[in-house]
Nanobody
Framework: QLQLVESGGGLVQPGGSLRLSCAGS????????IGWIRQAPGKEREGVSC????????NYADAVKGRFTISRDNAKNTVYLQMNSLKPEDTAVYYC??????????????WGQGTQVTVSS
């Protein structure tokens, strides 16, 4: 069974940090771009970041540039999202998803179940 499992979410104060993990199960991620997408209550899904299969290319939403860093460890079949200087507006459910190709596009096939990130004092 093909699965993505996110972990690392939680409650953090403004200015704090979290690292999200996305682990593949039942298939290997190394041939695919992986994206992080978030959805806040009452808002549409928003692409946060994406990393190509080789890690050579990454992209970020303007709202998170300079604060978030995406990376991957293909040996561990895992992709990470390091989130620093968190703001209340970063509060959302964060999903990882497998791209259709080795490079980043807006299209994803398999999605994880999501992990809640709440930034609040």
């Amino acid at each position: 069974q093909l699965q993505l499992v996110e972990s690392g979410g939680g409650l953090v104060q403004p200015g704090g940090s979290l690292r999200l993990s996305c682990a593949g199960s039942g298939f290997t991620l190394d041939k695919y771009a992986i994206g992080w997408i978030r959805q806040a209550p009452g808002k549409e899904r928003e692409g946060v970041s994406c990393i190509s299969s080789s890690s050579r290319r990454t992209n970020y939403a303007d709202a998170v540039k300079g604060r978030f860093t995406i990376s991957r460890d293909n040996a561990k079949n895992t992709v990470y999202l390091q989130m620093n200087s968190l703001k209340p507006e970063d509060t959302a459910v964060y999903y990882c998803a497998v791209g259709q190709y080795s490079y980043c596009t807006s299209f994803y096939s398999t999605w994880g179940q999501g992990t809640q990130v709440t930034v609040s004092s």
